[in-house]
């Protein structure tokens, strides 16, 4: 898999599956416009789903505008930042995904967030949903200190 990709579960494709991949592999990168080139236009980003820090008042972050303002908000904050995919449930047109996201802040710190990690797309493959359903307050747990 790729750098920061540590995907266990079933590999068949499936265009929800093949998009959350392409999603979690661009993340990992650091790759900020081949992210934004998986979603469609009204397209939206949930991430944790409801209010949070990032998105106060749980609207979601909506359209290219919005998803590339969480980008620079939540993951251009990380050093790095590593998926681990546990398994994989497509149906339709979505994707649930169960696994934990390390993220490794500038300082040398991690935090785990468990969770299960949703995609739909269209009919073109392009992303209409991300919606991740993990808890801030046990991700904070999981903080560990640098070094």
């Not at 750098?3 to 979690?24: C, L, M, N, Q, Y």
């Not at 710190?109 to 969770?115: D, I, K, P, W």
């Not at 949903?129 to 993990?134: K, L, P, Q, S, T």
Request: one cysteine or more.
């Amino acid at each position: 898999m790729g750098e920061g990709v540590f995907w266990k579960a079933t590999g068949e494709s499936h265009p929800a599956r093949d998009a959350a991949f392409a999603s979690i592999s661009a993340v990992a990168r650091g790759d900020k416009d081949g992210w934004l080139d998986l979603f469609a236009p009204e397209a939206v980003v949930e991430d944790p789903v409801g209010p949070s820090a990032f998105d106060p008042e749980g609207s979601g972050h909506r359209g290219r505008e919005g998803i590339s303002a969480f980008w620079d908000l939540a993951i251009a904050q990380a050093r790095r930042i590593e998926f681990h995919i546990d398994d994989s449930f497509a149906c339709g047109s979505e994707v649930a995904n169960t696994g934990r996201i390390v993220t490794f802040l500038p300082d040398g710190s991690a935090m785990t967030a468990e969770g299960v990690f949703s995609y739909r797309v269209d009919e073109a493959g392009r992303v209409l949903a991300i919606r991740a359903f993990w808890e801030f307050d046990r991700a904070m747990a999981t903080l560990t200190p640098a070094g």
